[in-house]
């Protein structure tokens, strides 16, 4: 299971629990009867003065707030890991071309950009990185929400507890303005990853891979004495569209994964797990009212902007600045319970960075999988199910369990699961493999049309599928074939397209009828000749990492170490393990064949 926000501190800033604030809500208003004599403030008009009819109006503003939190909380987690895909196509994205060019000749990434090997890099290092989202958006995004919501509270005179924070009961008389804001938000597109607009651009990066290349291939080079083959007077041109074209198929790949897959505890903590205190700070555990007030002592109002309530852009500190978005930076310390440090002296406390956590619950969740691949290689479907079901649990953000999951009920002509498991992939990660098996299921339970609409989006993520193609011709058989499509020597992708992708995708009107699908552009023209070191083939491996992992002691109840908590226990043991861990900066590109 994730790691409870409420142990969470950021080390470089000293030891604040974020703790929170929030309250869930939903329900139906009453209405305002009676005109008032004495000429009062009158109530607003979803509030009854009957109980069941007051209940509700709590309940709806409840949820309403909740909901707040969690739309801002997606837009959060988009804006911030956007900030971070800036920062690794700034500072990894350079190193990333260097290695392939090296390997390829300088114009292989700008003709190669696009090809399925560079995305499925990306997608593998993506995936994992945000599944750290959660952990590390959260704390940031309650409190920021919560400091919008109390600033609304004040600026409408209602009083805010210095020790318990804001209590919800107490909004209740404005809550048309909470319902209008909420509008608001979810008119709003949905929030997905795109450059942030205050970020300059990639200069940077491409001065240093230009730096670079000139120190190893060109004419400062203090290795050769003459540049090697391919390396002529129009490298630096080749090397600056490759960095350009790789990082828009980074971005492009990034659109692949939903926002809304992720963060699960914090959702799961917005919509079902609420005490019954009333009082919106107790909530969540990460944020408090001493939290928010240090908070503006040490970070201070930004000059120049009047605090709204609504905090975006006004009263949170560095808000759309570089200094605000460093998440992915920060070490995370993952600290217990002190009750429990109390009540187990002796024992001794296995220190570990949230970060360090993740890994370890990683390197279980692939065990799983390892095991479930074994029995399914044997055709023991089911307990590769069990298999794959047991990886989830214990990492229920990285979606390819559920593709996992998905392939063995294929397999065991269980179309229903099999749909179930890739809607839940693709409520994180838009892929192929995703619409694939999903269209499988469904056309097996006589589900045509939705079928169809599965194989056009994974047909639009990669056109040259042959699988989802060949899937389309059985639920679409195409007409006469027309003639074959023109060929274009300077296709961005290594891979050539198959034969029945031009058929597919040809420009006679009757296939586009028929099947519906839109014909590839043809690749913008480059201002160099593809050469023959532009065709190979290259493959990224990420290096093995190696980690010591605590260790159960067999028969030992006291060695009760556990990934979500980090507690007091004893004769707790480690080993060393090896695994495939994609990141940014521990792999190798090789060139194949």
């Known amino acids: 299971m994730p790691a409870k926000y409420s142990h969470v501190k950021k080390r470089p800033t000293g030891s604040k629990k974020k703790a929170a604030t929030t309250t869930p809500s939903n329900p139906n208003g009453g209405k305002d009867n009676g005109k008032d004599p004495h000429n009062h403030k009158r109530l607003p008009t979803h509030i009854d003065r009957g109980i069941s009819n007051a209940m509700t109006a709590v309940s709806q503003l409840e949820r309403a707030i909740a909901r707040i939190f969690l739309i801002r909380f997606e837009q959060d987690i988009a804006r911030l890991f956007s900030t971070h895909l800036y920062c690794i196509a700034l500072i990894h994205l350079p190193t990333f071309v260097m290695r392939c060019i090296t390997v390829g000749g300088p114009g292989w990434m700008a003709h190669n950009s696009d090809c399925e090997e560079i995305k499925d890099f990306f997608r593998s290092v993506v995936s994992m990185e945000l599944r750290q989202a959660g952990e590390r958006v959260a704390t940031k995004s309650v409190l920021w929400s919560y400091t919008a919501l109390r600033d609304f509270a004040i600026s409408n005179n209602v009083p805010v507890c210095r020790n318990r924070g804001l209590h919800s009961l107490r909004l209740l008389p404005h809550y048309d303005a909470l319902k209008a804001h909420l509008d608001v938000l979810e008119a709003l597109p ?157 024992s001794t406390v296995p220190e570990m960075t949230i970060a360090e956590i993740m890994e370890v619950r990683y390197l279980r969740a692939e065990k799983e999988k390892e095991l479930g691949n074994a029995a399914f290689r044997r055709g023991d479907f089911e307990l590769a199910v069990r298999h794959y079901q047991a990886a989830h649990v214990v990492e229920p953000e990285m979606p390819h369990y559920q593709l996992n999951i998905a392939a063995a009920y294929l397999k065991l002509n269980n179309w229903i699961e099999a749909e179930s498991a890739c809607t839940k992939a693709l409520g994180q990660h838009r892929s192929i493999k995703g619409y694939y098996r999903r269209a499988k299921a469904r056309r097996m339970m006589g589900h045509i049309d939705d079928a169809v609409k599965d194989l056009r989006a994974a047909l639009r993520i990669q056109p040259s599928n042959a699988e989802a193609l060949e899937e389309m011709l059985a639920l679409m058989p195409p007409g006469p074939s027309p003639p074959p499509s023109p060929s274009y020597p300077n296709e961005a992708t290594s891979s050539s397209v198959s034969g029945i992708s031009r058929t597919l995708y040809s420009p006679t009107p009757s296939n586009h009828d028929r099947l519906q699908l839109a014909s590839p552009k043809p690749p913008k023209q480059l201002p160099f000749a593809r050469t023959k070191a532009d065709d190979r083939k290259l493959k990224i491996v990420p290096l093995p990492v190696m980690f010591e992992v605590p260790e159960y002691i067999p028969g030992d109840p006291s060695s009760t170490w556990k990934s979500t908590k980090a507690q007091k226990v004893k004769n707790v043991t480690t080993k060393t393990e090896t695994f495939l861990f994609p990141s940014w900066e521990k792999y190798s590109v090789k060139q194949v064949g």
């Open 190 to 346: 949905h929030a997905s990853f795109a450059k942030p607009p205050h970020l300059g651009t990639l200069t940077e990066g491409l001065e240093a891979l230009e730096e670079a290349c000139e120190l190893k291939y060109g004419e400062k080079s203090l290795l050769r004495s003459t540049p090697p083959p391919g390396w002529d007077q129009h490298w630096r041109l080749k090397v600056r569209l490759g960095y350009e074209r790789a990082s828009q198929a980074l971005w492009r790949v990034a659109r692949e994964f939903d926002v809304s897959g992720y963060g699960n505890v914090l959702r799961e903590k917005l919509t079902t797990k609420w005490c019954d205190c009333g009082c919106s700070t107790d909530h969540l555990g990460e944020v408090c009212e001493k939290t928010v007030r240090e908070d503006e002592e040490n970070s201070g109002i930004r000059s120049g902007k009047q605090r709204e309530w609504d905090g975006r852009g006004s009263g949170v500190h560095g808000w759309e600045t570089v200094e605000e978005e460093d998440v992915w930076d920060l070490d995370l310390d993952f600290t217990g319970n002190e009750s429990e440090e109390e009540a187990n002296p002796g």
